[in-house]
């Protein structure tokens, strides 16, 4: 078993806690993770700990509401209905509100079309109580405490684990799940997805171990500073998935626990490891930084080693993993980075 699926299962076991009715029940699944403990016996009351305090899940929800970004991906995939999901807001390319992992879903599970709850200006508390949920998904989000307050007054909700948007995409799997009583499916599902990118990345040994840096928030007009999501962003985090290695530098600004670090381009020889570059914009946005006098001295950009992502797009909207995002895109993007990266 992998480090990063020993942790996950570690985290959920520390947030998840299985309320057994019938102690034999909970005597026959002695030895198992408690996640999958919740989802073997399929017990109720469920208590669910997080940033917020803990939440207690009563019965089995039958109707499920999500907010926030991705969380809604977790019953779809198994094979749930919400009745009520927040729009998408950027990488929706036919405008429906809807990415098209998701609408792919939806038209194979069919059944009612959930509500679309329209975020732009925040949380629509009214539209998330005309649905009436049973339950509330919200592992992977940024609630605040006052909203966690209002949702809570609709119903019991599952809010992340630790820091808003740092839950990793096994974490969103395993505590939504958990917050459904199918935390056992929740842990097959991550197991299903491990298999799979391991079988694509296997087909791609080149990248085994390339330091990988994701660049963002280029500024065409001033290239004097260099930003770069840090591997605690989910986008970085998932260079560990498939194969590629955190270069020094991301990995020492990672240690601060934000999202993303800036350095002054004076100060590129940081970056003399990178191999490799993922970022967000066109053949445009790669001739500026091969012009420009400090960037262009960076080995990846020097190698034309660079995977530039449209980022208001599916792709490179899904270069975020969630748990249908990573099918949807698995073989495209891996391809995209094997091809980038430079011969020996």
Known sequence: MSTRRLSALAAVGS??????????????????SPAATAGATADFPVVIEHAFGETTIEEKPERVATVNWANHEVPLALGVVPVGMAAANFGDDDGDGLLPWVEEKLEELGGEAPVLFDETDGIDFEAVADTQPDVILAAYSGLTQEDYDILSEIAPVVAYPESAWATSWRDLILVN?????????????????????????????????VPTMFLTHVDTSDLSTVNFYTANDSRAAFFEDLGLATPAAVEEASASGEFSGSVSAEQLDMFDDVRLIVTYGDAELVDVLKADPLLSQMPAVANDAIVSLDGSGPLGTAANPTPLAISWVLDDYVTMLADAVPAE
Not at 22 to 31: F, H, L, Q
Not at 179 to 198: D, K, N, Q, S
């Open 177 to 209: 799940a958990a917050g459904m009583g199918m935390a056992a499916e929740g842990e097959a599902l991550v197991e299903e997805l491990e298999g799979e990118i391991a079988e694509t990345v296997a087909a791609h040994p080149g990248l085994e171990g």
């Open 15 to 32: 947030v998840v806690l299985a309320l057994s009715a019938c102690s034999s029940a909970a005597d026959s699944t002695a030895g198992t």
